[in-house]
């Protein structure tokens, strides 16, 4: 069964930082990968999907690169904006996600 | 403006009863997908459907129950089977597709909490 994991659970951050967010699974047999935000209360919004022929995606200041071999994602944030700060999740095949990373970025 | 509705958004239960989460989407989605999700965890499974009429258990569909009569509608019951059925319950859609390269889109939530 796969397993998908984040660490940290908590990030803090000051704002203008760079940061990475990762996310690990188990099974390498995937068709795609997704990062999500999720500000509280509401619903997930998709930033971006890598599929499993691909190595990175990109948008705007947010980058996610994917490699199947070690089971890892990572998403980095550049230059950090207070308006950033929520839970990311990452999400295998649709279906299987992590338990998110809760970032904070500080004025 | 295209997306997914979940009503209502706060939803109450008493002992012994069911109660019904209501998806409605407008993206002509092919796949509609139900989640629970708990307080500091990520996204569980409770079923998915690829097509109508057609659905499949996911992680945890013990205590609930779907139904897909219809493309854009994808109704959730959660069961007195269902015996701690407070969380937050989320439903996504996507379009099928064979390359991995849709995303998912998600509604809102509905809170469901006991009486």
């Known amino acids: 069964k796969q397993e998908v994991t984040q660490i940290p659970a908590a990030l803090s951050v000051p704002e203008g930082e760079n940061l990475v967010l990762n996310c690990s699974f188990t099974d390498s047999a995937i068709y795609n990968l997704q990062w999500f935000r999720q500000d509280p209360g509401k619903g997930l919004t998709s930033l971006l999907l890598i599929q499993s022929s691909q190595r990175e995606q990109t948008s705007g200041r947010l980058n996610a690169s994917l490699d199947k071999s070690s089971g890892r994602s990572t998403l980095y944030i550049a230059a950090s904006q207070p308006g950033d700060s929520a839970t990311y999740l990452c999400a295998v095949n649709d279906m299987r996600f992590g338990a998110g990373t809760r970032l904070t970025v500080k004025p | 403006d295209g997306g997914i509705t979940q009503s209502p958004k706060y939803l109450f239960r008493k002992e012994g009863q069911n109660v019904t989460l209501s998806c409605e989407q407008n993206?002509?989605?092919?796949?509609m997908y139900w989640y629970r999700q708990d307080p500091g965890q990520g996204l569980r499974l409770i079923y998915y459907?690829?097509?109508?009429?057609?659905?499949q258990k996911g992680d945890i569909a013990e205590g609930y129950s779907v139904s897909r009569e219809k493309k854009e509608s994808f109704p959730l019951t959660v069961t007195s089977a269902q015996k701690n059925p407070t969380a937050f319950y989320l439903c996504?859609?996507?379009?099928?597709?064979?390359?991995?390269?849709?995303?998912?889109?998600f509604g809102d939530g509905t809170r469901l909490s006991i009486l």
């Open positions: 459907s690829q097509i109508v009429n057609d659905f």
């Open positions: 993206l002509n989605h092919d796949a």
């Open positions: 996504a859609s996507s379009i099928t597709s064979i390359y991995g390269n849709q995303p998912q889109h």
